[in-house]
C-alpha cells in the first residue's frame, strides 16, 4: 500500500485581503492625484468671473456654457488632453522600440547595433530607423545559407 505525503506546500504569497487592500489604497492614490491635479489646473484659469449671466440659462434651465465657463470644467478638460498626449507619447515611442524588442526577443547578436540605428533614426534620419527594422527582422540563418549557396555554385561552377 502506498503511503501518500502529506507535506504541506507553503507559499510566501500575502493572503488575499492584503492584496485587495493593496489595490484599493492605489486605486484612492491614483484617483486623489487626479482629482489634486484637475483642482490645480482648474485654479490655474480665469473664467470670465463667478457671477452667471442670464444668457447662460434658455427658459430658465442652465445651458451647456455655463459647465464651459466653470473652473473645474477646464481643469479637468486639461488632464484629459494632456493625458492623450503622454499617452500618443507612449505609443509612438513603443513603436519606434519595436525593432529593438523584436531583436531582443530572438536574442539576436545585432541588438546593440539596432538599438543605435534606432537612435540615429530618432535624432537624425528616419532612414536608420528603417534600416534597425530590417536588420531586426531579417532571419539571418536563411540569408546566411542563401549567400553560402551562392558562393558555393559560383565557385563550383554550377549553373541552374
Known amino acids: 500500500m502506498k503511503q501518500e505525503s502529506t507535506e504541506m506546500v507553503t507559499t510566501n504569497s500575502p493572503p488575499k485581503w492584503r492584496l485587495i487592500v493593496n489595490k ?27 457671477e452667471l449671466p442670464e ?3 434658455i427658459n430658465g ?17 486639461f488632464v484629459i488632453t494632456l493625458s492623450i498626449f503622454v499617452y500618443a507619447l507612449y505609443l509612438f515611442w513603443q ?14 547578436a545585432h541588438t546593440q547595433i539596432v538599438f543605435a540605428l ?7 534620419d528616419k532612414t536608420w530607423w ?3 527594422i530590417i536588420i531586426a527582422f531579417a532571419r539571418w ?19 541552374q
Open 130 to 132: 528603417v534600416l534597425a
Open 118 to 124: 534606432s537612435l540615429c533614426g530618432l535624432f537624425i
Open 55 to 57: 444668457e447662460y440659462f
Open 95 to 108: 513603436l519606434h522600440e519595436v525593432a529593438v524588442h523584436k531583436s531582443q526577443q530572438m536574442s539576436s
Open 24 to 50: 484599493l489604497i492605489k486605486i484612492s492614490v491614483n484617483m486623489s492625484l487626479v482629482i489634486g491635479a484637475i483642482y490645480l489646473f482648474g485654479m490655474m484659469s480665469t473664467i470670465h468671473g463667478k
Open 61 to 77: 434651465y442652465p445651458s451647456i456654457i455655463g459647465l464651459v465657463d466653470s473652473e473645474i470644467f477646464m481643469g479637468v478638460i
Open 141 to 159: 540563418d536563411v540569408i546566411g545559407n542563401a549567400i553560402s549557396s551562392i558562393i558555393n555554385n559560383g565557385v563550383r561552377g554550377n549553373k
